[in-house]
């Protein structure tokens, strides 16, 4: 017990360290009192988490809190993305009189009953409320949730399928709808992107901790709160260990590290302090090179880059990426233990070649399964002959691709309603990004955006929806939508900006906003 009180001593210690950064870099961008206020629930959770004892006092107690602290909150959305990473998303199933279980409930659908359902039932009475499936995102999502229900009957009951169903409006649903819906203007989405900065950081900062220790901290809860949990164990690479703080695996924090540079690419311009943005910049770097995940390693590139070339002089700008990239591999090799590190890069590094071979099997033997099942796939294609030689150690398949997981399991009909859903996002937001200059923050929010869900594409080629992946892209989805609708405001009703909702966003280092000739 006293090795389970020191490891929360370090984490709050850690938190506490990036709370005083996110003071001097965000205080000018929000209330004083809204970090604060962020600041007292992250740690009332994740004390509560560690002091339980027992899965269900601690979500039932924290489901109670986080309901009663969610009134004060004027913004949920960006609560929910501060809160998000607190605490590992383990799961136990919802026991029930007459039937097995409920469903599996862990922390983030906790946060799902707890902030977005409600958050979701206020919209009701919103004059101004955009009705379900008014929009072709909406239609989109609403038949892949349809289609999974209907394709879990395949191999399964129809209790089970409901379950997957409620689990599915968890994960996917609330977070896209209330995401797409709740955010009113530019000052309320730069929040929401704050908020999820803010929780990722601290992550960052447990991560890089953990890397340097060899300490995973939240290796033993599961364990303190009487539930076994198969995510969260140690994983090295190069000799070193992954770090993966509260998010379950070095995959999912590398990821969600990732989608916050896109997302401080745009808040960095507005932190007038050029120092602090650096540190800020260095501190998301180091988190993402201690998961030692090279999947999101390639997705920031890829985002990098697709925000470079949204931005003026792209191709100068390029040269001086790839003759920097080109430099640092020389130079790697003159510092100690330079070499580690170009032993476990992407596509020049040989460390785990078995890892990038397995990819490329698995890819080869889905292939065949999914040209036999090319509609709408099979229920298990773990049980597939073709992709028996993929079976691991373990006794596994491991699908560590989101293309191929919904090729297999829904066949091209789903993935096809998949990569429409995102590719329309994408196109919307890219039309509603050019109706500002690019001199506005507004432009930059887009370019952001836009960037962090390039990222996203690139890096589920290497991972498969596991821990808060799903929510995370839902959720960037929905935000996509809300500022294409925000635009929609601003330059449909241009000379009537008297409205709360249509005010444009609070500038710090930006001339107002200019409309694109």
């Given at each position: 017990?006293?090795?389970?009180?020191?490891?929360?001593?370090?984490?709050?210690?850690?938190?506490?360290?990036?709370?005083?950064?996110?003071?001097?870099?965000?205080?000018?961008?929000?209330?004083?009192?809204?970090?604060?206020?962020?600041?007292?629930?992250?740690?009332?959770?994740?004390?509560?988490?560690?002091?339980?004892?027992?899965?269900?006092?601690?979500?039932?107690?924290?489901?109670?809190?986080?309901?009663?602290?969610?009134?004060?909150?004027?913004n949920i959305f960006a609560l929910y993305f501060v809160l998000l990473l607190a605490i590992p998303p383990i799961d136990k199933l919802i026991p029930a009189i007459g039937i097995s279980h409920l469903f599996p409930i862990n922390y983030p659908r906790l946060l799902s009953l707890t902030l977005l359902l409600p958050l979701l039932l206020s919209l009701r009475n919103k004059p101004d409320r955009i009705p379900l499936g008014s929009t072709t995102p909406d239609k989109l999502i609403l038949l892949i949730i349809i289609l999974t229900f209907f394709l879990t009957l395949r191999g399964t009951s129809f209790t089970d399928a409901i379950r997957y169903g409620v689990t599915g409006f968890l994960d996917v649903f609330l977070p896209y709808y209330t995401a797409s819906r709740v955010i009113k203007n530019m000052s309320q989405l730069k929040t929401v992107m704050i908020g999820f900065i803010i929780g990722?950081?601290?992550?960052?900062?447990?991560?890089?901790?953990?890397?340097?220790?060899?300490?995973?901290?939240?290796?033993?809860?599961?364990?303190?709160?009487?539930?076994?949990?198969?995510?969260?164990?140690?994983?090295?690479?190069?000799?070193?260990?992954?770090?993966?703080?509260?998010?379950?695996?070095?995959?999912?924090?590398?990821?969600?590290?990732?989608?916050a540079l896109g997302f401080y690419l745009f808040i960095s311009q507005s932190i007038k302090s050029t120092t602090i943005r650096y540190v800020g910049f260095a501190f998301i770097g180091l988190g993402l090179f201690v998961t030692l995940s090279r999947g999101p390693w390639v997705g920031a590139v890829a985002l990098f880059m697709a925000y470079l070339a949204m931005g003026s002089k792209f191709f100068r700008k390029f040269i001086v990426f790839i003759l920097v990239a080109l430099l640092a591999i020389p130079t790697l090799q003159m510092i100690p233990g330079g070499n580690k590190i170009i032993d476990i890069l992407p596509f020049i590094g040989t460390s785990e070649q078995f890892n990038v071979d397995y990819r490329e099997r698995l890819l080869t033997d889905s292939m065949k399964v999914i040209i036999n099942n090319p509609i709408f796939g099979v229920f298990d294609a773990r049980t597939e002959p073709e992709m028996q030689d993929l079976v691991q150690g373990e006794g596994i398949i491991d699908i560590v691709n989101t293309y191929l997981g919904i090729a297999l399991f829904q066949g091209l009909v789903g993935l096809s309603l998949f990569l429409g859903f995102f590719l329309l996002a994408l196109s919307t937001t890219y039309k509603a990004m050019r109706r500002f200059s690019k001199n506005s923050e507004e432009h930059l929010c887009g370019r952001s955006l836009i960037a962090s869900l390039v990222g996203v594409l690139v890096t589920i080629y290497t991972v498969s929806t596991i821990g808060v992946i799903p929510i995370v892209f839902w959720s960037l989805a929905?935000?996509?939508?809300?500022?294409?609708?925000?635009?929609?405001?601003?330059?449909?009703?241009?000379?009537?900006?008297?409205?709360?909702?249509?005010?444009?966003?609070?500038?710090?280092?930006?001339p107002s906003t200019l409309i694109r000739k």
């Open positions: 017990m006293s090795y389970h009180f020191l490891t929360l001593t370090f984490i709050l210690f850690l938190a506490t360290l990036t709370f005083i950064f996110a003071y001097k870099a965000f205080e000018p961008l929000l209330p004083t009192d809204q970090l604060k206020k962020w600041r007292n629930s992250w740690y009332i959770v994740t004390l509560i988490a560690f002091l339980a004892s027992n899965f269900w006092i601690y979500i039932i107690v924290c489901g109670l809190y986080v309901r009663y602290f969610s009134k004060r909150e004027e990722c950081l601290i992550a960052a900062a447990i991560g890089i901790f953990e890397y340097r220790s060899s300490w995973l901290l939240y290796n033993t809860l599961d364990e303190s709160l009487g539930v076994s949990w198969s995510m969260g164990g140690y994983l090295g690479r190069g000799g070193d260990i992954r770090a993966i703080a509260s998010t379950g695996h070095s995959l999912i924090l590398g990821y969600v590290t990732m989608i929905g935000l996509m939508l809300s500022y294409s609708r925000i635009s929609k405001l601003t330059f449909g009703e241009h000379p009537k900006l008297d409205s709360d909702d249509r005010l444009p966003l609070g500038r710090q280092n930006y």
